[in-house]
């Protein structure tokens, strides 16, 4: 969860969909095409504007099921590509991600 998460209701439906789907997250405001850098789509070698009317989920609160294999592949493929500077900030120098990263 993200620091400024905060917690309101039972987590049942985020247990239930977990287990259902292999992973939860959240919807959030807007469309992967509002949100998603094309230098991502570009790196991941997806087409210009690759399910930009999808809905966007929120990377605030996310939980794997670890029994689900392809949950667990999910979890490597995303926290390998989200070391990649170039993947997800693309355009952005080198090393300025951590000068802007929040420190708590």
């Known amino acids: 969860m993200d620091a400024g998460n905060i917690i ?11 287990v259902r789907f292999g992973y939860y997250s959240a919807s959030s405001a807007g ?7 094309p230098g991502m789509l ?3 070698g997806l087409p210009a504007g690759w399910k ?5 989920l929120n990377g605030a ?9 392809a949950a667990v592949d ?18 952005v120098p ?3 991600i951590t000068a802007r990263t929040r420190r708590f």
Not at 31 to 37: M, N, P, Q, R, V
Request: hydrophobic residues 40%.
């Open 74 to 91: 999910l979890l490597e493929r995303w926290a390998n590509l989200s070391l990649i500077e170039d993947c997800i900030a693309p355009g």
């Open 31 to 37: 469309t992967l095409g509002a949100w998603t850098h």
């Open 61 to 69: 609160c996310i939980a794997f099921d670890s029994r689900n294999p």
């Open 42 to 44: 570009r790196y991941l």
């Open 8 to 18: 309101a209701e039972p987590l049942l439906r985020l247990c239930r969909e977990t």
């Open 52 to 56: 930009a009317d999808a809905t966007n």
């Open 94 to 96: 080198t090393g300025a």
